[in-house]
């Protein structure tokens, strides 16, 4: 979303004000991050287990083989969470562990661990949320050619079918992706995410087969969901800002909000992809064979939430004077850009700023900003925030305390945006922290942690962190508890 205008500066709700009646107050977690257990069970790799186990993608060589091994201690995991006092848990589903293949039956020793977690998530009051796919492409669906095909957009529609038959009359809210932009343009144009192709060409072509894949589960879920059910899809949408007023300035924002936003909001909230995102692009792919006939009905069928993640905002500036870089805008080095067009942008870390373990800017009026703007572009859709948080360097003190003020401050930050934006109107209706605990960072591996949760991942011991005695007071009250919280 570009910046919003002026004239919705924040106004000032009392600090101590409520949220609203109902809010949700979750934690987020991932099947690849979290579960381990990689090879049990009939589970068989995903783009992930390849990609980890291949030298040099990852940090210091880790892999998701164990990770915090929730697989096996989902129970102690959900025990915590009621500790914390969580009304909601955002999982995802595994799609190797479910149908090993891509294709055909479902195993039932796969399915039964989402059976069990989300009758033990039941049992302690917490509401699931289940995510259909956060990044873990079988790889003999990469083989066949992965997300560029467009077959593979068909399987995932089958594999839907099969984790709603499974746990369709148990989960009440249901998301088809996470983060659609990073399958395509991490996984597929920059090469920093699995399967690790730098083709941007590809890219694009992955990122239409994801919307329409995501239609044809939302299809296939209204089919087998009870009409109670909610159906989602979450998106990392990028909270652009121009550098400055120059108008190359300008351009390089609407460049990034088409590719970076619109891209997925086009097709999926309003039917079609957005006029300048297909001049932008034409040199790279033909839309008009890459898109068929019905294909645009069918990504937009309905959605009863949007999930909205966000971590930091994306300033951005024409390429000129040297300004800023045009590879360096956050997601993880690497030679290729994921950004088609990029020639045309550069990117801006914000001076002057407080920044996480990820170098990622703190800035809680972005979330502020991108809520205004994303309920004002989509009228009548209610929001979620299912992604937000930090990583900060951790210790475990001796006697046994993990002390994070700066996660505190974070996170107290971004929860009064989200407070701010539901007393200005916006129907948000709830936050899911990120992360339940910590856990596999991607193609970070184990060295920055996100969770409010402490992992040793020597002994699996897990130790809330300070900043999960502040959510858990949060909860309880309601209402933002003073930024440093009781223990
Ligand atoms: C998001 C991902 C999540 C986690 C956080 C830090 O982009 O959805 O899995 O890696 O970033």
């Known amino acids: 979303m570009t910046a919003v205008r002026p004239d919705t500066a924040p106004k000032q709700a009392p600090e101590t004000a409520q949220f609203p009646p109902g809010f949700v107050w979750g934690a ?7 579960e381990g257990a990689a090879t049990e069970d009939g589970r068989t790799p995903s783009i992930w287990d390849t990609f980890s186990h291949t030298p040099g993608k990852v940090h210091n060589g880790d892999t998701g083989d164990v990770a ?19 009304t909601a848990y955002r999982f995802s589903v595994s799609w190797s562990r479910v149908q090993p293949t891509g294709r055909g039956p479902a195993v039932e020793r796969g399915l039964d661990f989402y ?42 529609a089958d594999y839907a079918a099969l984790v709603a038959g499974a746990l369709g009359d148990r989960v009440p809210t249901w998301t088809t992706f996470n983060e659609p932009w990073c399958t395509a343009f991490l996984g597929y144009g920059s090469g920093v995410h699995a399967p690790g192709r730098t083709e941007p060409a590809a890219a694009l072509r992955a990122a239409h087969h994801l919307n329409l894949a995501h239609g044809r589960a939302i299809e296939v879920l209204r089919d087998r969901l009870p009409a109670t059910a909610r159906t989602s899809v979450t998106l990392n949408l990028h909270h652009v800002r121009p550098l400055g007023d120059a108008p190359a300035d300008a351009d390089a924002a609407r460049r990034i909000d088409a590719v970076g936003n619109r891209i997925f909001t086009g097709p999926m909230l309003r039917g079609a992809y957005p006029e300048d995102l297909l001049a932008d692009t034409a040199h790279l792919v033909d839309w008009s064979t890459l898109v068929r ?20 905002p994306t300033v951005v500036s024409a390429p000129v004077d040297g300004r800023g870089d045009a590879r360096d805008d ?13 020639e045309h942008v550069a990117f801006h870390l914000a001076e002057g700023r407080k920044r996480t373990a990820m170098n990622w800017v703190i800035d809680p009026d972005g979330l502020y900003r991108l809520l205004l703007d994303v309920s004002r572009e989509h009228p009548g859709l209610p929001l ?60 970070y591996g184990y060295s920055k942690r996100f969770g409010a949760v402490h992992v040793d991942y020597a002994t699996q011991r897990r130790t809330p962190k300070a900043s999960a005695h ?12 003073p930024r440093t919280g009781p223990r």
């Open 28 to 34: 987020a977690t991932a099947a690849y991050q979290v």
């Open 330 to 342: 956050g997601h993880g080095n690497s030679d290729h850009s994921p950004w088609p067009g990029s």
């Open 470 to 481: 502040w959510y858990a007071d949060a909860i309880r009250r309601h209402a933002l508890p």
């Open 293 to 312: 006939d019905g294909d645009l009905a069918a990504a937009s069928r309905p959605v009863d939430l949007l999930g909205v993640n966000y971590y930091t």
């Open 384 to 443: 979620m925030v299912t992604e937000n948080g930090a990583a900060f360097e951790d210790h475990v003190t001796p006697d046994g305390r993990v002390e994070d003020p700066e996660r505190i401050d974070y996170l107290h930050g971004h929860l009064d945006a989200v407070r701010r934006a539901a007393a200005d109107g916006v129907d948000v209706r709830g936050y899911f922290l990120w992360s339940l605990m910590d856990n596999f960072e991607w193609a």
């Open 115 to 156: 059976r069990r977690l989300v009758d033990e998530l039941l049992e302690a009051g917490i509401s699931p949320v289940a995510t259909l796919y956060h990044w873990d492409l079988p790889q003999e669906l990469e083989d066949a050619g992965g997300w560029p095909q467009r077959e593979t957009a068909e399987r995932f």
């Open 68 to 86: 915090a091994d929730h697989y096996h201690r989902y129970r102690d995991d959900v025990a915590l969470m009621k500790r914390i006092g969580l």
